[in-house]
């Protein structure tokens, strides 16, 4: 759990991940001529083909025999991999603090921070939700819950043999976050947006 907190989910592959999927919605409809990638999923034949080398193929796609709205969208999608290539990557403007409690709609905890500046920051936000636990083990999180205990009789006792007050039982089995993410790279749309989060995260009641 903790190697998944500081390497599987640090800020720096969140945002490669972010922008990963910004390229891949963008060649969404012209990277493979017979489907969409989103299609080739209940594919096998199609799907075999979506291998890391995507990010080096649409550097070469001729847009000669594209749409103009193809052409906008492939464009798009190689503006954003040589950001990848020269580290430009998405910026993190904040993140809540560590919660076990589900923070609601991403989309409208969006538009609330947006309210007030949504003409300079509207697409230029991406909300991303940082959760770690221990599986899917009920209400509670706790795995031991779903763990079976027997008697020297190997007769299964229902109640949990171990002590619930000891240090080494989290207080929380499980880790949730929100971090907010902003596409442009222009200073001034990130001080926007690092105002208006802090300003939205101030008046919600994550910081009671």
């Not at 749409?67 to 990557?89: G, Y």
């Amino acid at each position: 759990m903790h190697l998944h907190r500081i390497a599987y989910q640090h800020v720096t592959c969140v945002s490669l991940d972010l922008m990963v999927a910004d390229i891949m919605r963008a060649v969404d409809p012209i990277y493979l001529k017979d489907g969409s990638i989103r299609d080739s999923v209940k594919d096998t034949s199609k799907y075999i083909r979506l291998t890391d080398s995507l990010l080096d193929v649409i550097a070469f796609i001729d847009p000669s025999h594209l749409s103009e709205e193809n052409v906008s969208s492939l464009n798009k999608a190689q503006t954003l991999r040589h950001r990848i290539e020269t580290r430009k990557l998405y910026t993190l403007i904040g993140e809540t603090p560590p919660s076990d409690r589900s923070h609601g709609n991403k989309s409208q905890i969006l538009a609330d921070v947006m309210r007030g500046e949504e003409e300079k920051l509207s697409n230029q936000l991406e909300l991303a939700e940082f959760k770690l636990n221990f599986g899917s083990w009920g209400e509670s999180g706790d795995p031991v819950q779903s763990v079976l205990f027997y008697d020297k009789h190997g007769h299964v006792v229902s109640h949990q043999l171990y002590d619930e007050t000891s240090m080494f039982v989290p207080k929380s089995w499980t880790h949730r976050q929100l971090r907010l993410f902003c596409k442009s790279v222009d200073v001034g749309v990130q001080d926007i947006a690092k105002k208006q989060w802090t300003k939205w995260l101030t008046s919600s009641a994550l910081l009671n």
